[in-house]
């Protein structure tokens, strides 16, 4: 079985920065497709970046492209999402995600999630 526990959320004003990190037992990232998603109240959740199994490939939504980067640290066993120019429509609480296929991009159907973090922008 694969936890994933999500952390570095906080408090920021907008045009910060911060990074969250995903860490995992049981398995390693290596092995999984990963993806990170947020939440916001009242909203459904969405997509924000995904990393291949191959650590080739990425993909992110519109709305971060140019200012998050998803990463993997196969030493650490964790994944990370370098958030900057942070926005207030950013705020919302952050989940990692994995798999264990090639490629699952912006599916809502990963395996496995960790508990979410909350990353809260000011104005």
């Known amino acids: 079985q694969v936890q994933l526990r999500d952390s570095g959320g906080g408090l920021v004003q907008a045009g910060g920065s911060l990074r969250l990190s995903c860490a995992a037992s049981g398995r390693t990232f290596s092995n999984y497709a990963v993806g990170w998603f947020r939440q916001a109240p009242g909203k459904e959740r969405e997509f924000v970046a995904a990393?291949?199994?191959?650590?080739?490939?990425?993909y992110y939504s519109n709305s971060v492209k140019g200012r998050f980067t998803i990463s993997r640290d196969d030493a650490k066993n964790t994944v990370s999402l370098q958030m900057n120019s942070l926005k207030p429509e950013d705020t919302a609480v952050y989940y990692c995600?994995?798999?264990?296929?090639?490629?699952?991009?912006?599916?809502?159907?990963?395996?496995?999630w960790g508990q979410g973090t909350q990353v809260t922008v000011s104005s």
């Open positions: 990393l291949s199994r191959s650590g080739e490939t990425t």
């Open positions: 995600a994995a798999s264990s296929v090639n490629w699952r991009g912006a599916r809502y159907d990963y395996d496995y």
